[in-house]
């Protein structure tokens, strides 16, 4: 079992920065990757970016590419999304994910083995 608490959140202006964390109660041997999503009222949940435990390697979603860097810290069992030159679409509630298959998408929220609970992201035009 891995609980995920992120943090972080807030409300910004538009062009601004904001640095979300997720803190893992262990990053596993069976840590397949960790990510990010996020929700906007009334829509689905998107994926935005994902990190192999192993390697590195990391992936985003067009729409955040070049604006976000995701990370992570196994020795403090925490994941980051650094978000910089937000824009008001950014809005929406953002979701630390881990994965513990190999082999699955990780973009592919039906793929996802755990979620934390979500830290709001506001930002204003």
């Known amino acids: 079992q891995v609980q995920l608490v992120e943090s972080g959140g807030g409300s910004v202006q538009a062009g601004g920065s904001l640095r979300l964390s997720c803190a893992a109660s262990s990053y596993t041997s069976s840590t397949y990757c960790m990510g990010w999503f996020r929700q906007a009222p009334g829509k689905e949940r998107e994926w935005v970016a994902h990190i192999y435990a192993s390697g590195g390697s990391t992936y985003y979603a067009d729409s955040v590419k070049g604006r976000f860097t995701i990370s992570q810290d196994k020795a403090k069992n925490t994941l980051y999304l650094q978000m910089n030159s937000l824009k008001p679409e950014d809005t929406a509630m953002y979701y630390c994910?881990?994965?513990?298959?190999?082999?699955?998408?990780?973009?592919?929220?039906?793929?996802?083995?755990?979620w934390g609970q979500g830290t709001q992201v506001t930002v204003s035009s």
């Open positions: 994910a881990a994965v513990t298959s190999s082999g699955v998408s990780c973009a592919r929220a039906s793929a996802i083995s755990y």
